[in-house]
Every structure is written in C-alpha cells, then in structure tokens.
C-alpha cells in the first residue's frame, strides 16, 4: 500500500512540473534590443531611430512608451472630436476640385483654414509664409464669404519647428545635420501636383461633446506642413487653404488624436446629395453597419486598401471584376482596373434604357441622353465584399444639365493606369463611411449625415431617390481630380502575434491534453493505495 501511495504521489509531481513548464516558460525579449529592432524595420520597411543603451534618449524613449501604454490601458479621453468650428464638411462643385472641405483652427491664437480632406495621404499642410501659392482672396474664387488665411510660425505662441533629428522627418537621410529644421515634400497623383515646405509641431483646435450645452474645447498637438511653395492643381483652384491627410502613416491627424488617448483609433466621414458632410474622430460606427477588412500592400498597412470579389449591375454578377480597390475621399470619382472596367459598362450599357450620346467637355465614356424621370431607372451598381457584404452604390452616374433642365447622365466610373481601382466621393454618397484603423476595416451605412449624438443615435433615413447630384453647368468643362499620395507612409501595425492572455488559455489546455494519461493512471492508483 505504501508502494502504490509512492507511485501515485510521484505522479502528482510529474504533474504539476508538466503543467509548471508549459505554462511558466517563456523568453523575455526588451522592447530596445536589436531583435525588436529587426522585426520592426522587417514589418514597416523603416528601422526609425534606436537609442543607445542607458543613455537620456534611451530614458526619455522608456518614459514615452509607458506614457502611450498608460493611455491605451485608460481608454479614449473623449467617444468623439470634430474640428472648433463644427463638424459640417461641403463641397464647392468644380470650382476647388469637386472635393470636400472643412474649416478648422490651428494655432495660438487660432488662425482658420479650410482644408480638403484627403484619405489617401498622412500630412495635414496648410499655406504658409507663401513662396507660391494659390490666391486666398474671397473674391477670386466667387463661392466664399471670407477670405483664406495664410500660417506663419512666427504668429503662434505654441508653434515648434521639427529637426531633422524628430522620428517622423522622412527627409532626415537628405539633412546637413540634425540640428537641421525638417524639410516635407509630398507629390500628389494628379499633374504634377505636389506641396513642399516644413515641418512645425503645434495645436489643432477641436471641440467635443453630444449638443452645444456640453461641448468642450480640446487642444491637440499635432504636426503639420508648412506649405510654402505648392505646384500643380494647388495652385488652380484645388485645396488653395490646405489639405488633411487622413490616412494610416503616424503623422495624420487621425494618428495623433489616437496615440495622445484622446479618441479611439477610427474616423468617419458621410457625404450627402446636397453636398453636405460630416467628419468624426473616434467614431468605430454602428453595431449592425457593414464591413470589410482593409488588405496589406508588400505586407504593410499604408493605404485603405479594400478587396472588391465582384461587381454586379442590377441582378446580374458579372465574372472577372474582382479587384483591389484604394477607398480615398480626396478622389472626386472612381476607377476601376482596365478588366473590370470594360465588363461593368459593357453589362451596365446593355442594361440601361436611354440612348448613347457623346457630351463634349465631359470625361466620361459612357453617356446618354435621357430626362430626370428616366434617371429613376437605372440599374443599381453593387460592389460585393467578402463574407457576403455588399455596397449599393447610391449614385453611380452623374447628371448632366442644360440650360433647359436635364438632358443626359454619364456613368461616373474611368479607368484605372494600373491594377488597383480608387473609390471615390461619388461611390460614398449617401453612406456614413468608417475607417476603423484599430481593427483595420472598413465599415458603411446608410445615412443623411446629419450630426453624430453617440453610436446608436446616428440618423440613418436615406436620401430621396429623386435629388439629382450637383449638376454640372453644361458651358463648364468638369474638372476630375484624384489626390491621393504616391509617396510611401508609415505603415501602420496590424496585430500578427496572439496577445499574452490567448497565449496563456492555449498553454494550458494544452498542458491539460498532455497530462492525460497521468491524470487517468492518478485515478487508478489512489483508491487502492488508500
């Protein structure tokens, strides 16, 4: 009996040393070392600066991670932040691009610009102690009722200019010396259009709350381009009081609200038939909106990029229109790959019930003429994403006006240079679009934009399907624009390992399964040893 006792206590101890090891044993790996250093420059192409071991950097780098790690444990300061003057985007039509705009305030005291907003790009610039730039007289562009401001360092009490040695200088390979105030140059897709100058860091006024009796002011630092020399469309009407980069890289707006803990990763944006809008920081949209997920570039998150899995016009899904697709407010319009393209008017000419006709100045291929009550019957376009999500696209063609009303449509879709298509405003219309960038996805519903109270409360009546899209004056050639970046940005980071508290669960049934055949041998020993 004492034996058999024995026995069955040594196997209560190889028990638990299984379990022990299993559970217990793991690598400690600092987050300076030069393995942690590796796999970041492995994951984002860019190594960033790396301080030398127990020096004040090095101290200063510790104190700034555990500060972020503080704030993501507390959660977001604030559920939403818009721009001090309101939340309200719009559209000027071709006089600035087709584009829409926001006024916000930067600076101390605070100056207003208003911006163009731009998903496919990281830097907020501004204008800014001009060597050239687009006119910013009110009278110049007829459509304003003020003029458009100009930024100067000098002016702002809490201006800072960036060094060559800051983290997010990009150009920092190309400087003199560290010392060296940070230089920015961005090329834009369209014409040669490009905005350089430098980097400053100051403070973006923001306001937060549900209604005017609760609002409160918030102060945000954040960086932005001195815009003093711009080329291009920026010169021609296009942005002339600045552009926000909304995109993925680390010095977007969207990046520093996140990372300083004052909303949570993610933005919306909703543009309306009467080219009304709405921007929202911090808003992740409603529980039962649509999604899908955004897709890596090389391996990295630098754009919103989306897979389309096909196309349908109507009730008809057409083969070979699947595609990958940059989700970007700062294109007017859309473009798909050449495949794509051709089958999605071929099926959407076969279709329609109205008369192909070439309208001169316009840059569309597929056009005709038709009256207002004919628009109404139209087949739908609809995107199809993975996990049987779809986007009905709301307005897919454009109305053409004349001097005696409607007399014609185009379908708004061009083709794309190369292999990956662009969804812009005109596709988003009608949708409340939400660029989760904590969970990397997109979501979308349906929405008149008017003002976001909280995440269930949003107004979701869709527009009437008899308001025609800003017409196009028929003397006026229209102007497109796609803005988005070609320079590369910060990648941002997409979770690939599972967290500590997964890893443990996995560990430990996995110490169970082993431990098995002990636990049954335990089961037969003791009765008969007691």
């Known amino acids: ?21 299993a559970m217990f044993s793991a690598r400690l790996i600092h987050r300076f070392s030069d393995e942690v250093k590796a796999f970041r420059a492995a994951r984002s192409g860019v190594s960033g600066s790396w301080p030398e071991w127990r020096t004040m950097e090095y101290y200063k780098m510790l104190v700034r991670s555990d500060l972020e790690r503080q704030k993501v444990m507390l959660g977001s300061k604030y559920q939403f932040l818009f721009p001090s003057e309101g939340s309200k985007t719009m559209s000027f039509g071709n006089d600035y691009g087709w584009l829409h705009y926001t006024w916000i305030d930067i600076g101390t005291p605070n100056i207003s610009f208003l911006v163009a907003l731009d998903a496919g790009s990281d830097l907020l610039w501004i204008p800014c102690d001009c060597i050239q730039c687009a006119p910013l007289s009110a009278s110049y562009y007829g459509s304003l009722d003020r003029d458009l401001n100009q930024y100067s360092p000098s002016g702002s009490s809490t201006s800072k200019h960036l060094s060559c040695s800051h983290q997010l200088c990009e150009s920092s390979p190309n400087c003199d010396s560290p010392k060296q105030l940070c230089p920015y140059t961005i090329n834009y897709y369209s014409e040669n259009t490009s905005s350089s100058g430098l980097l400053i860091e100051d403070i973006l006024h923001l306001t937060s709350g549900i209604d005017d009796a609760s ?29 926000m980069g909304l995109g993925l890289g680390e010095i977007s707006v969207p990046s520093f609200l996140s990372k300083a803990g004052l909303v949570k990763n993610s933005f919306s944006l909703c543009f309306n038939d009467d080219d009304s809008g709405r921007i ?52 007017s319009f859309t473009f798909l790959p050449d495949e794509s393209y051709r089958n999605v008017v071929d099926e959407f000419d076969k279709q329609v019930n109205a008369t192909r006709f070439s309208f001169e100045g316009y840059p569309w291929e597929y056009c005709y003429k038709s009256s207002s009550k004919e628009l109404l019957k139209n087949p739908s376009v609809i995107l199809k994403f993975a996990l049987n999500n779809s986007f009905v696209v709301h307005n897919p063609v454009f109305v053409v006006h004349g001097y005696q009303g409607v007399v014609g449509f185009c379908l708004a879709i061009q083709p794309a240079d190369g292999d990956i298509g662009i969804l812009g405003q005109n596709f988003m219309t009608g949708y409340r679009m939400v660029f989760d960038r904590e969970n990397l996805k997109l979501g979308w519903s349906r929405s008149n934009c008017q003002d976001l109270t909280d995440g269930e409360r949003m107004p979701l009546t869709p527009p009437p399907n008899d308001i025609p899209p800003n017409p196009l004056p028929a003397n006026e050639l229209q102007n497109t624009h ?49």
């Open 1 to 21: 009996m004492a034996a058999r006792f024995l026995v069955a206590m040594s196997v209560v101890v190889l028990l638990i040393e299984s379990c022990m090891a």
């Open 280 to 331: 929202f920081f911090g808003d992740q949209g409603l529980a039962t909106q649509q999604t899908t997920l955004f897709l890596p570039s090389d391996g990295k998150y630098e754009t919103y990029i989306v897979g389309v899995e096909a196309c349908c016009i109507g009730s008809s899904c057409i083969k070979q229109t699947s595609f990958r697709a940059l989700v970007d407010s700062g294109a």
């Open 482 to 530: 796609s803005g988005h970046t070609i320079t590369p940005a910060v990648a941002g980071k997409a979770p690939s390992n599972p967290s500590a508290a997964s890893t443990q669960l996995i560990l430990s049934q996995f110490c169970l399964v082993k431990s098995l055949p002990l636990m049954l041998l335990l089961l037969h020993l003791l009765p008969s040893a007691f």
């Open 215 to 243: 609002n409160s002011s918030v102060r945000a630092p954040i960086i932005i381009g001195c815009g003093m020399r711009q080329t291009g469309g920026y010169l021609d009407g296009v942005a002339p009081d600045g552009l």
